[in-house]
């Protein structure tokens, strides 16, 4: 790592530590990924998400034994399956690895184009690499005195942002020299956020031969209960579908609020989006279009669930045409709603 001059150790005696000069943070986190799709890969990567309390909620007791038994002895092999689907081989990365570097990069040139101080834009991931405490103990060490943390989930849920959180506070933990820090909260309502995802829809619109019937907003799941707890995750969700409604200038009945990736025996949220598409499709609605609002990047729940499992639901129960719209990913209007949460976090730090 070069250290820059500092005029801060003017005064200091020859053989004080090196500092580097002082820097502001943003640190994007994502959910996470795989290093590879092979079993001992898979089983790291899954046996880190599924031990997370956050995610799975039941005692240890009772979770681990099953855990570590039968599914982290079969769901790697699975999981790995889907993954090599939709594996960006020539990176030998997953798709959620590529896109987020790309969002990243264009979010640092904003982010320089934007600000004369300097500002260090990086990114880590709550399970797997790079991790959320390498990055952290990185940017410390490079000089960042205050760091704003930004979970790229534009709702709030406990087994998504709250986690990313509590992983960045461990890693706080972690530092001699603690930096002041900030997180950016959900951005589900901004106009901005909003805008884009409308414009995705009204440029996929004009792709398609005929309009779709029905434009289902894929959400993904979690347990009924924990709405019932408190978590706002599902209000938030119904909100973001209606937002995007209003924006298009829909009727009601134009789009559906659903909820994917339903794991374990317990009721999620409803309605799930396997069983609504085929619905659809008994219904006569032979043409819809899917979308994926929670999502800021495609990642195996949208490239392999969405345009997998869930369309061969929608096509078996007589579906005809299935459009799937991408995520925001690094599109360009993407980008410029982030920068805009940035700079909104960032007043008083930097102006």
Known sequence: MKIEPNPRLAHAPADHPAVPQAKIGVLIANLGTPDNTDYWSMRRYLGEFLSDKRVVDYPAWKWQPILQGIILTTRPSASGKNYRSIWNEEADESPLMTITKKQVVKLREAV???????????????????????????????????????????????????????????????????????????????????????????????????????????????PKRFLMEGDPYHCQCAKTTRLLRERLGWPVEAIDTTFQSVFGREEWLKPYTVEHVAELAKQGKTNIAVISPAFSADCIETLEEIQGEICEAFEHAGGKEFTYIPCLNDDDIHITALLEVVEENLKGWID
Request: glycine residues 2%.
């Open 112 to 222: 320089e184009a934007r600000y004369d101080a300097p500002v260090q834009v990086e990114f880590c991931m709550r399970y797997g690499n790079p991790s959320t405490k390498s990055v952290v103990e990185k940017m410390v060490q490079n000089g960042c005195e205050r760091i704003l943390f930004f979970p790229l989930y534009p709702q709030y849920a406990s087994p998504t942002t709250a986690t990313a959180n509590d992983e960045f506070f461990r890693a706080l933990m972690k530092q001699k020299r603690q930096p002041a820090s900030r997180t950016a909260p959900e951005y589900f309502d901004r106009p901005s956020y909003i805008e884009a995802l409308a414009q995705s829809v009204e440029k996929a619109y004009p792709t398609v031969d005929s309009r779709p019937d029905k434009l289902v907003c894929s959400y993904h799941g979690m």
